[in-house]
């Protein structure tokens, strides 16, 4: 695995990858049924998910 796939950040406009999207992320809360206390990105995506395309806004707040 190239070390640049390991290291790396994403910005303003940037496509997410699809290794990324494949990823499997926790859930610590969700509002929606949620069984499995995960999601992949690449369930949002219609070209990964058999055609059923979402809209998703991705906000990331920290308080350092």
Do not use: K
């Amino acid at each position: 695995m190239p070390l640049n796939s390991i290291i790396s950040t994403y910005s303003i406009g940037d496509t997410i990858s699809i290794d990324d999207q494949l990823r499997p992320y926790n859930v610590c809360y969700s509002s929606e049924n949620n069984s499995n206390n995960t999601f992949r990105l690449a369930d949002f995506n219609g070209n990964l998910n058999g055609g059923h395309y979402r809209v998703t806004l991705i906000s990331m707040n920290a308080s350092w």
